[in-house]
């Protein structure tokens, strides 16, 4: 198993996301800003105007994730942060809240390609419940893609699947389509990795 670690993206971190991230933005230029600008915005800014609004978002002083490192090698990321900093989350109609309790959702993971099947999403779930418990999280929630019989894609499966979530002690809460489940975490008061 590698030599992970794990860190909330901060400023003096943007250089490592800039890499992991690459020169494309991940997923076709999303740098991670799909739950977080509204659709015609999200397409409009696509590539270099989402990584304009994540770089501002960052150095705003928003901590909108944690990377996981291999060593000094950024290997991955998890995006987690309150429910309420994903506006079209919130708009969903599909993941729409399951009540009122305030929850931190985790949103997306991108994983380097030379790091995946190794347990670095597990991983990076552990470290975002752990980050958010220290942050006063009491709940944290996630939204895999059920597979469904056959492997995933990566521009499919951003949000993780059940079973790694479930492995990491999520439990299902709702099926809102034939494609998403709702998963949750609750925290204790003694639950840190």
């Known amino acids: 198993m590698a030599s992970w670690n794990f860190h909330p993206l901060t400023p003096d971190r943007w250089a490592d996301f800039e890499k992991l991230f690459g020169p494309r933005g991940a997923y076709a230029g999303c740098w991670c800003m799909w739950w977080r600008l509204?659709?015609?915005?999200?397409?409009?800014?696509?590539?270099?105007?989402?990584?304009?609004?994540?770089?501002?978002?960052?150095?705003?002083g928003k901590i909108p994730g944690i990377l996981a490192y291999d060593g000094k090698e950024p290997a991955g990321w998890c995006s987690v942060a309150p429910r309420e900093d994903f506006p079209v989350l919130e708009r969903s109609r599909i993941l729409k809240r399951l009540d009122d309790e305030p929850v931190w959702s985790i949103v997306c993971f991108f994983i380097d390609q030379k790091h995946r099947g190794r347990g670095l999403g597990e991983a990076l779930i552990r470290a975002a419940v752990t980050y958010a418990g220290r942050q006063g999280a009491r709940i944290v929630e996630a939204y895999p893609s059920r597979e469904r019989g056959k492997i995933l894609p990566p521009v499919t499966s951003f949000m993780g699947i059940p079973r790694i979530f479930a492995r990491a002690g999520f439990r299902e809460c709702a099926r809102p389509s034939p494609a998403k489940v709702v998963m949750r975490y609750r925290i204790s008061d003694s639950f840190f990795f």
């Open 38 to 60: 509204a659709r015609k915005d999200f397409e409009k800014n696509q590539g270099e105007g989402n990584r304009k609004a994540m770089k501002s978002l960052v150095d705003s």
